[in-house]
């Protein structure tokens, strides 16, 4: 494994799926779990749907999309992986036949690869940190349990408009102020709300002239009270 783990030490303390363990353990953990150190470009399929479910990522640098294409080929965003955070950790614990879902870089890359055989078994030499890591992915599939059941209420609005202003309320919140950052460029948000991006884009300029946002880019502003009349 070609790992540069002190580069990555800090990081890799602040991932859920390392609470419990100090950062001088990684070292010897990253050993007997022997992770692949990938390194992918923006745009390439990191794991395509109907691969084997056999795996468990952590983004360290970068990030990546959950993405769903539909019979036509049109793209759903279900979620953006960012560094320390995993991903394909419920397909590996749900025993899941093949990917329902394809991992896509959002931007230039890198991540570590465990095989969840690995995770899930206790090694020979039986180091004793199993224990916390499958309690640690328990965990953080309860935390984006949470975190779908809030998307869910962003994409069931009625409009675009108020699928808008329940995804900029819940980032308002996360950031506990009324300026944020998204994650998402234009196209990106629109396949995370299942909008049309032109109309979404309408929509925002309307938003916008009604004083109820401001915005550059990914960053916005969140301005007055507001209805939704769209």
């Keep these: ?9 800090c990081l890799l303390g602040r991932c859920s799926l390392f609470e419990h363990i100090r950062v001088e353990e990684l070292e010897k953990l990253l ?3 022997s992770p692949r150190y990938r390194k992918a470009e923006k745009s390439a399929c990191v794991f395509m749907e109907e691969q084997e479910a056999d795996f468990v990522g952590i983004v360290l640098s970068g990030g990546v999309h959950i993405v769903r294409h539909d019979y036509w080929g049109n793209r759903l965003i279900v979620a953006r992986i960012g560094p320390a955070d995993i991903f394909g950790e419920a397909f590996s614990l749900g025993n899941a036949p093949a990917l329902p879902v394809s991992v896509v870089a959002a931007e230039k890359s890198e ?3 465990f095989n969840s055989k690995r995770l899930l078994q206790p090694c020979a030499t039986v ?29 069931t609005g009625r409009s675009t408009r108020e699928k808008l202003l329940s995804y900029f309320s819940a980032r308002s919140r996360q950031a506990q102020n009324k300026v944020f950052d ?8 629109a396949d995370y709300l ?12 309307r938003m916008r002239n009604e004083g109820i946002i401001d915005f550059r880019k990914n960053h916005f502003e969140l301005k007055q009270c507001h209805t939704n009349k769209k």
């Design 194 to 205: 299942s909008v049309d991006r032109s109309a979404m884009s309408a929509e925002l300029g």
């Design 182 to 189: 998204i994650p998402f460029n234009r196209q990106e948000l």
């Design 31 to 33: 050993r007997c779990l």
């Design 111 to 113: 991540m570590l690869i």
């Design 1 to 9: 494994m070609n790992l540069p783990v002190r580069k990555f030490a």
């Design 127 to 155: 180091c004793g940190f199993h224990a916390t890591l499958i309690r640690n992915m328990i965990h953080d599939l309860a935390r984006k349990n949470i975190m779908l059941m809030k998307k869910i209420e962003h994409i």
